[in-house]
């Protein structure tokens, strides 16, 4: 896996919503007078639609204006990392005042004494509908403020409760592409028609639970940590509560009418509503929509204008038609004087299909489904409908869907346990037992004994111990017990050929079934093969390619025999703005041509890596620094990534696809691959005039690559193939769009650049051991007459950059 690179500058309207809360200006209405009262030990405040009610103990009750208690905690949780975790066991409220007289509830917690000088204090206010509840800490050194937590039961929900993230689009200061910022997490409940939501700064969704708020402090300039958390009532969506409850701006947000914004009939109208949020006075706004498609054309343009009173919503829905292929990008504006918010969103056409390649199909999904909205029947539909017929990782108890959902519908399952190095031979070998058996049980197909456990990466010094303490031990236990799964080592990072030296040297290549590696990619094309074999492993080094990595691997097998090959690892990051990354672009191309190698190579399955953006332990998080969140096939917001369609185009083109061989041109800058389908030759075509580093152009600073839109074409040199055909040929772009080639004088022309293209309707033929496009001739425009002299690549391969 690559390593992440430091971000960039950002342009921000708002700010962070914990710059809000600590000012104090959250305002989710007209004010209301507070009341309070302290009798028997309760403390009461009350504003508009809104009561606290704290007791001795530490309880602390959130009612409703009725007076129905809808959620109720009593303790506090901190962490220290020498002393462990330790939990309030009371509480003594008081009724107190805030600094600016406003009236409040402090609640002394009680620790044991195990917890050290550690000290609590609650202060926790009320407005109309709102509740403010803050946490002041101080104690040893050692604590750990990211450790924090509030308990809290929400009282007869009607819906389970959910964790949203808030999020909002920026301008990048530095150039390129805008993208999205969270502002805030929102944990959600409902009671019937009536809302809640506890919102914070930041939270972990892998650290909440039925009891428990993750509710990390932040250090205070007079010492110690303060966590904090709003509370409203609300009857708009988490996004719109957020901006209101701040007291100013407009805030945005985007829906569509179907599952993750696909529909499956061209024409069909796409209705995209937007959701317009006011946290200040009443105003009239004015909403602009402008759709483009692939190519950049605009496809909708459209402004109407609304009234939206102070602290309010209004909303509008705009109606575009499906394209007949492909996907769609759609931008909305709010306006205001000089106040103005947008957000983003795409929409596809993505029609059904079926696939027949069953067991023998190379397609899978690197992690297991558990990103499950708007539901696990929808996110396993839409697997399907992708042509996703394995998942790497499937397990009772484990993250996602269990093997028997997953085997419910025809997906293969495999599993991937991760060993520790750092372990005796006992402890060793009894992992090895528990893990198979969790294998076992779970039905897998195949155990990939670890991941990523190759690091100090291409030295080679991790491989005996690897082998030594984890695969060996599997493979004994194996033995011993009869079973029939089959194994295959850690999924390395890389294509770490002296590790895979050292593992072979010592006795590994005969304890596995198939070889599992994954193959991380910087800015190189899939197919660059890098000079030499001294590989820079660093974080831009040239160790991370795709094409090369696997070329080297094959030459290993042939020396010590085949195995089957899993990449159970792909991937093609869209990290904005950042030159190592792909582009959102540049990543559908990638995908196709990733898998198009792939299938000519033989790969028995490509794991890709992941289909949603985000990651397990905060999903939906947007954080534009961080590589990890920017993996999937689909965007945050659950809409498509051009990936998603580049990954259903190569799926359906390959389905059942043969490999006939690498396709040789008079250009050794052209290339092509040879598939046998049941419809017939298909070839995959593109061409390198543009080398084969990705990025290049304008002004990069540090990790900051003013990335083009989507919609903008990288490539600038375009050469022309001509080729004798009868009929009309059928070409599909990186993401699946059809156009009719019609001939003319009995031949048709292909325009090729970098970027991959699939024709059906050509008739490749195989002359003395070569296989060519019989009768093609190569031109670039305004320069009719070129035609390389030069004889084909040899091996009918990319050659090295």
């Given amino acids: 896996m690559t390593t992440p690179h430091a971000g960039g500058a950002h342009l921000s309207r708002r700010g962070f919503l914990g710059a809000a809360l600590a000012a104090g200006v959250i305002l989710i209405a007209e004010p209301t007078p507070v009341t309070a009262h302290a009798a028997d030990g309760d403390v009461t405040l009350a504003a508009g639609g809104i009561s606290l009610l704290a007791s001795l103990g530490g309880r602390l009750a959130i009612r409703d204006a009725a007076g129905v208690t809808r959620s109720a905690g009593s303790k506090f949780q901190i962490k220290d990392r020498l002393t462990g975790i330790h939990v309030s066991t009371g509480g003594t409220p008081a009724l107190a005042t805030l600094p600016d007289g406003t009236p409040a509830i402090r609640m002394d917690y009680v620790f044991d004494a195990d917890a050290g000088p550690t000290t609590v204090t609650g202060w926790f206010s009320v407005a109309t509908g709102h509740a403010r509840l803050e946490w002041r800490i101080t104690g040893a050194d050692t604590l750990v403020p990211d450790g924090f937590l509030f308990s809290r039961a929400i009282q007869a929900p009607t819906a389970p409760d959910d964790y949203i993230a808030i999020t909002e689009w920026v301008r990048d200061a530095g150039g390129g592409i805008p993208y999205e910022e969270t502002t805030g997490v929102a944990h959600t409940s409902t009671w019937g028609s009536r809302h809640g939501l506890f919102l914070l700064d930041r939270s972990r969704e892998a650290w909440t639970n039925t009891t428990w708020i993750h509710a990390p402090g932040t250090a205070d300039a007079a010492g110690g940590w303060t966590s904090r958390a709003d509370f409203f009532f609300s009857e708009t969506r988490p996004s719109a509560t957020t901006t209101i409850g701040r007291g100013h701006e407009l805030g945005l947000e985007l829906t569509t009418d179907r599952d993750f914004n696909l529909y499956q009939v061209p024409g069909e109208p796409m209705r995209l509503t937007a959701l317009v949020a006011n946290g200040g006075a009443a105003r009239t706004v004015e909403l602009e929509l402008s759709v483009r498609d692939f190519d950049g054309t605009q496809l909708a343009a459209t402004t109407v204008t609304g009234s939206i009173p102070a602290a309010g919503t209004w909303q509008h829905t705009f109606t575009v038609p499906a394209p007949a292929a492909g996907v769609v990008f759609a931008e909305v504006v709010v306006r205001s004087a000089d106040d103005e918010a947008f957000a983003r969103t795409n929409l596809a056409t993505l029609s059904p299909f079926t696939y027949r390649a069953g067991a023998d199909s190379m397609f899978g999904i690197a992690n297991y489904p558990w990103l499950q909205r708007p539901s696990a029947d929808a996110l396993l539909d839409l697997w399907q409908r992708a042509g996703i017929s394995l998942v790497r990782i499937a397990y009772d108890g484990g993250p996602g869907l269990p093997p028997s959902a997953l085997a419910a519908r025809g997906i293969r399952h495999n599993i991937e346990l991760q060993p520790s190095l750092e372990v005796d031979d006992t402890e060793a070998a009894a992992w090895a037992a528990d893990k198979l058996a969790v294998a076992l049980e779970a039905g897998a197909e195949y155990f990939e004994v670890g991941n990523e456990l190759n690091r100090p990466f291409n030295t080679g010094r991790a491989a005996k111990a690897y082998l030594d303490l984890a695969l060996r031990p599997v493979f004994d236990r194996r033995a011993a017990t009869g079973a029939d799964i089959k194994l295959m080592n850690n999924g390395l990072a890389g294509m770490d050929k002296p590790w895979v030296e050292n593992f072979i040297a010592a006795g590994g290549w005969d304890l596995i079934d198939a070889f599992a590696y994954h193959p991380g990619r910087g800015n190189f094309t899939p197919d660059y093969i890098p000079s030499g074999d001294d590989w820079d492993e660093g974080p831009e080094g040239t160790y991370w390619n795709f094409y090369g990595g696997l070329k080297q691997l094959k030459t290993l097998m042939a020396q010590h025999g085949e195995k089957e090959i899993w990449l159970t690892e792909a991937y093609a990051p869209t990290r904005p703005n950042s030159w190592w990354h792909d582009t959102y672009r540049h990543a559908a191309e ?166 991959p293209r699939v024709l059906y309707g050509l008739t490749p033929q195989t002359r003395a051991g070569a296989h060519t496009l019989a009768g093609c001739r190569l031109h670039r425009p305004g320069d009719p007459s070129w035609q390389p002299s030069r004889p084909p690549h040899s091996s009918g391969k990319p050659p090295a950059a």
């Fill in 590 to 755: 990638n995908v196709l041509l990733t898998l198009a190698l792939a299938k000519a190579e033989g790969i028995t399955n490509v794991c890709w890596y992941q289909f949603h953006d985000s990651v397990l332990g905060m999903p939906q998080i947007a954080n534009p620094d961080d590589a990890e969140y920017h993996y999937g096939l689909m965007n945050r917001d659950l809409s498509p990534k051009p990936s998603l369609l580049a990954y259903v185009t190569a799926a359906r083109v390959l389905d059942e696809a043969t490999f006939r061989g690498w396709l040789t041109f008079p250009d050794p800058q052209t290339f092509g691959l040879w598939f046998d389908t049941p419809e017939g030759p298909a070839v995959v075509l593109w061409n390198r005039a543009d080398g084969y580093l990705l990025n290049t152009s304008g002004e990069r600073t540090g990790a900051h690559f003013p990335a083009p839109e989507v919609w903008v074409d990288p490539w600038p040199t375009k050469t022309l193939l001509t080729v004798p055909a009868r009929d009309a040929v059928r070409q599909l772009d990186a993401i699946g769009r059809s156009r009719q080639l019609s001939p003319a004088q009995g031949r048709v022309t292909v325009t090729l650049d970098g970027s």
